[in-house]
């Protein structure tokens, strides 16, 4: 058994506690997940079972949440969960004084995680630390934030916004909360956080772990969750030795067929015998003039 789950994360979970739950469900000791969720936090949680943990890493990695921000609060976590530190009232606040200051969040920005996140620094994670009573220097990031778009926006002492942010892999959002409070100059803190797509997988598809427990052999096919990429197809005799770890010549008319120029490569695909049995990832390499399949992962 192998394959993807789109999970719908219930609030008050760990992403932990939803693999060790999946473990249970379909008796497997090899599942993973696609992205750690916050136990406030719910919506999609991509699961890998069996061989697929080893393709984690090849899902689209653009993710949209739907997030509320509470304005004039600081916490020690940088959600609801945590410790209130600050409060302040911030009923002056009006929609038009925050839209200005979202073109600072949009592209390849500068963040700094939470105190309270699973980054380690030293071999111990950061929420470790900060609950033993260590403050330290958390190390900034590079993440990239395409979109923020308001859907509601509520005033009063503690004005709440609602946003849908698009963005890419490792963005904190209780991050984004924090700073946008900052830069108001009341403090913002998460309030809600519902993650709306992850690893190409939507929250309308997702199933609960109930519907899990009533149907556990329903996985996605690794080829539909990474149907993003480009697909190859290989007779048999061809794919034994791909699968043997031998680059494999692509032919010609297959590279015209991809698209493939040299500006284009190394790429990635997923490559299927001719009886359409999955095979794996494989790589796409030019020595030369000529292309070729070099094994990248191998699932048989």
Known sequence: MFGFINL????????????????RLLNTRKVGHGGTLDPLATGVLPIAVGKATRLLSYLPSRKIYRAKVRFGMQTSTDDL???VLQTRSADHLTLSDIEPYFAQFLGQVTQIPPQYSAIQKDGKRLYELARQGKVVEVPSRQVEIFSLAVLNWLPGEFPALDLVITCGEGTYIRAI????????????????????????????????????AAHPTDLIPPEKALGYLPQISLDSLTAQRWCQGQKILLPPSAAQELAIASTLVPLIANLHEENDHYLGITEIVRLETLFYLSPKVVLI
């Open 8 to 23: 719908h994360k219930p609030q008050g979970w760990t992403s932990h506690d939803c693999v060790a739950k999946v473990r």
């Open 81 to 83: 969960e945590g410790e």
């Open 177 to 212: 909360a924090r700073d946008l409070g900052h830069l108001l100059g009341v403090g913002g803190t998460l309030a809600a956080l519902e993650r709306q797509e992850s690893g190409g997988m939507n929250l309308e598809q997702s199933v609960t772990l109930e519907q899990l």
